[in-house]
């Protein structure tokens, strides 16, 4: 009957915007009630537009055009006070732009040799402690670790095995940067593995394979002690890994769910709530999870090694707001429940999802 | 023979005829009772009441009560005036028979328009329903739609007020910073004079010791904070590379790319076909062990291609052939012997065979299905079928684009089927 089913989580549409060109990524500034819409305009430049939320409408503060079409943005690595944008364009270009002042790049490199992916960045926006760094996934195979007072040479390089054919890397994530020196990146690539590297001790911790092309991963939150990983795949599949414990062989423990017939291209979880996030679709859809614990997060096997157990997962809601794929998606960090999605329809939509506080 | 009724009372009023009939036993219901407007019949097997009116009464309104063995009947008349009887009588039996056929259409065509009354107004009574769900699934739906409403706006009123929220934050912020600016200059202003104070004494000190306020006011906050951030922050990693390899397949594409039920079915195809042994053991008998192996036979039958003993060759694949007829390489290698020895149709008929085993069309199995397109290409050029054999290195080359042999004799046969119809 509709009064339980009003008693869950609504996606509620605030607002929705038309643009005139693809948009790859969007994402909040943080602090601030303005959001970022990063794309490819249809004479094959780069664009990035600044809007701000104002009443039931949002209003274009500044247009800005790059040489090359853009796929991804982060402001993970930079302060509060600089809010400087990191960008990846089709081009295999890393940048760092401050938007005051967009002629010029604060940083500028040319990290790969194919287009940049996915993009992620950790150290910075007052979360965590250690060195603001950029992880950049790219199609040449490739993932890269930058820093942003080095310039040129990043500071990690994973590459393929000389001679080995290469995979695309689809999606790069950071994760377990609770101290200075810990800190891990998570990568995807279109066959299927998934790769852990740690750059502390600068070696592969460990990889699975989950057999369709790995579309988007996910820390639960960058800067603890690693707790839940979430990967997307093609075909409608996504995997919550247990970070918790590391079995010798078997690795993280992990539950997997089959949500629509298409591919999910994102997952994002909600900053003020772990165990809360949201998967798009192919189809157009969003659906919002909920992860739940089990009553004992690790058990012994036969030979006494410790192994992860794998939670539960539950449907809180979904709705869905195109016939595009919705291809990005940012919760804003300030305001729970309110989100931006760019779906492939060129438009962007902001959300917000009500009754959190009740879950 | 009807049993007549004829004990029947009545008295009449101005308006109404009252008619009594004893029914001296039998039962009556309704059925039993036919009325029209100058027509009376009572018929209950086997007895018998009729009676043609005196005047016309309005059979509608009238009624008949059953009770205590008696019909009682109340019949309103049309035209309000004394009866001289019940009956008509001395009436011509015509009329009567007249007034019986009448009165039995006429019941006739009430029965019919009863019926198309009854049929429309059970239409309205199912239009009504309709209409009245109709209106409750609206009332439904109206009030579900109102609910997210009522959410929607909720939200947008928080949306506005934290907005503001931050706003007034904001402003609070940058006010406070201005006046914790102005007393930082003043601070700085301050120090400034004392020690300019201080070295006014030694005099040669004075120039070096300039305070140098910071340029910008807004920078020197920031700068402050900055600095002491920094010393916080690590300096950038040592550089280092960490080598990756990727998961392998059998197949070198990803699971979306494979067509794993194909690829399936061709390794289950090889697996069968290594096992089928269609042997003729009465012939095969004085065969040595060895000779009755078909992959033994295909390498010899290879050794004397290769050594140019066609026929032999040819023999050997025979062999093979009878004893595993499911292999395709058999007859491939087989069309290539019967081309070197001309027997072009056979050649064909054996290429052709080899693409029949190499179904299903997968990467595996891709140099094999080259080479019989190539060589039932071949064989169709020397018997002057131009086009088939176009088409089969067309064939060819659509699995193999690449290979430049197979690109040249295509254009040669091209070029020559162009100079046939020119010339002819």
């Known amino acids: 009957s509709s009064a339980p089913a009003l008693e869950r989580p609504q996606v509620v549409s605030h607002v929705q915007q038309s643009l005139s060109y693809t948009v790859f990524d969007c994402k909040w500034v943080p602090r601030s009630a303005r959001l970022l819409c990063l794309g490819s305009a249809a004479r094959g430049t780069g664009v990035v537009q600044l809007y701000e939320l104002r009443a039931a409408r949002l209003e274009l503060l500044r247009e800005i055009e790059k040489p090359k079409p853009i796929k991804c943005g982060t402001f993970g690595a930079t ?47 007052g979360i965590g402690e250690g060195a603001p760094e950029i992880v950049t996934g790219s199609r040449d195979g490739t993932v890269k670790v930058w820093d942003p007072r080095q310039k040129d040479t990043p500071v990690a390089n994973m590459e393929p095995v000389q001679g080995e054919s290469k995979r695309d890397c689809w999606t790069v994530a950071f994760g377990n940067a609770y101290n200075q020196e810990e800190r891990v990146v998570c990568a995807g690539y279109d066959n299927g593995d998934i790769k852990l590297f740690d750059l502390k001790t600068m070696s592969l911790r460990w990889e699975t394979n989950i057999k369709n092309g790995v579309c988007s991963v996910e820390f639960d939150r960058k800067d603890i002690n690693m707790n839940k990983l979430v990967a997307t795949s093609l075909e409608g599949k996504f995997h919550v890994f247990d970070m918790r414990t590391q079995h010798p062989t078997k690795g993280f423990a992990s539950v997997s769910e089959k949500a629509q017939k298409s591919t999910i291209w994102q997952v994002r979880h909600l900053p003020q709530n772990r165990d809360i996030f949201m998967t798009s679709g192919g189809s157009g859809s969003l659906h919002l ?16 090694a410790e192994m992860g157990v794998a939670g ?16 990005s998606l940012d919760w804003s960090p300030d305001k729970k429940g309110l989100c931006v999605c760019g779906a492939f329809d060129q438009t962007v939509r902001v959300l917000i999802v009500t009754k959190l506080n009740k879950i | 023979m009807p049993v007549w009724l004829r004990e029947h009372r009545w008295h009449q009023t101005l308006t109404a005829v009252h008619l009594s009939l004893p029914l001296r036993g039998a039962r009556a219901t309704a059925a039993n009772i036919f009325c029209s407007e100058r027509y009376l019949k009572v018929s209950i ?5 009729e009676a043609i009116l005196y005047a016309p009464i309005d059979d509608k309104s009238s009624t008949a009560k059953i009770k205590n063995g008696n019909i009682f009947f109340t019949l309103y008349k049309k035209d309000p005036a004394m009866w001289d009887s019940l009956t008509l009588e001395n009436a011509d039996k015509e009329i009567l028979q007249n007034i019986r056929e009448n009165a039995v259409l006429k019941a006739q065509e009430r029965a019919k328009e009863e019926t198309e009354a009854k049929k429309v107004t059970k239409q309205e009574h199912k239009k009504y329903a309709l209409e009245a769900t109709m209106k409750l699934e609206e009332a439904e739906r ?26 007034d934050a904001e402003n609070y912020k940058s006010i406070q910073k201005e006046v914790e600016l102005n007393q930082e200059i003043w601070q700085l202003k301050e120090r400034k004079n004392e020690k300019m104070n201080k070295t006014r004494v030694p005099n040669e000190g004075a120039s070096k010791t300039r305070l140098k306020p910071t340029t910008g006011c807004h920078g020197s906050s920031s ?16 550089a280092a590379t960490i080598k990756v390899n990727f ?13 794993v039920a194909e690829e399936e079915e061709w390794l289950h195809k090889q697996a069968e076909a290594r096992r089928t042994i269609t042997a003729d053991l009465s012939e095969l008998e004085d065969l040595k062990e060895e000779e009755k192996n078909p992959d033994w036979l295909k390498d010899k039958g290879n050794k004397m291609f290769a050594m140019g003993n066609y026929l032999a060759a040819v023999n050997a694949y025979n062999l093979a052939v009878r004893l595993n007829n499911k292999l395709p390489l058999l007859y491939l290698n087989r069309a290539a012997c019967h081309l070197k020895l001309r027997n072009l149709h056979k050649a064909i008929a054996d290429s052709s065979k080899a693409l029949e085993l190499l179904t299903p069309p997968v990467p595996d199995n891709e140099n094999a299905r080259v080479k019989a397109y190539v060589r039932r290409g071949t064989a169709f050029c020397q018997l002057e079928l131009y086009t088939e054999g176009l088409q089969d290195y067309e064939a060819a ?13 295509a254009e040669k046969i091209r070029s020559l089927i162009q100079g046939t119809m020119q010339g002819s």
């Open chain 2, 247 to 259: 998961t392998p397949r059998v197949f070198p594409t990803a699971l979306r790319e494979s067509r």
């Open chain 2, 223 to 238: 700068m402050f904070s900055q600095n002491l951030k920094e010393e916080q922050i690590p300096s950038p990693r040592s």
């Open chain 2, 45 to 49: 097997p086997p007895f018998l009441f």
């Open chain 1, 289 to 304: 999870w909920k992860y739940e614990y089990p009553a004992q997060r690790s058990k012994k096997d036969s030979e006494g």
């Open chain 1, 79 to 125: 302060s509060l006070q600089q809010r400087y944008l990191a960008t990846g364009d089709f081009d295999g270009n890393l940048n760092i732009w401050n938007l005051e002042a967009p002629e010029i790049p604060v940083y500028s490199v040319k990290g790969h040799k194919e287009i940049i992916n996915s993009i992620d960045g950790v150290g910075g926006l």
């Open chain 2, 397 to 409: 080359l659509k699995i193999d684009p690449k290979n430049k042999n197979i690109e040249k004799d």
């Open chain 2, 142 to 167: 109206k009030r579900i739609e109102d609910l997210k409403e009522k959410e929607r706006q909720k939200v947008t009123k928080e949306l506005e007020l934290w907005k503001k929220q931050q706003k």
């Open chain 1, 312 to 327: 539960s997962l539950s449907l809180l809601q979904n709705v869905t707001l195109s016939t595009q794929p919705i291809s």
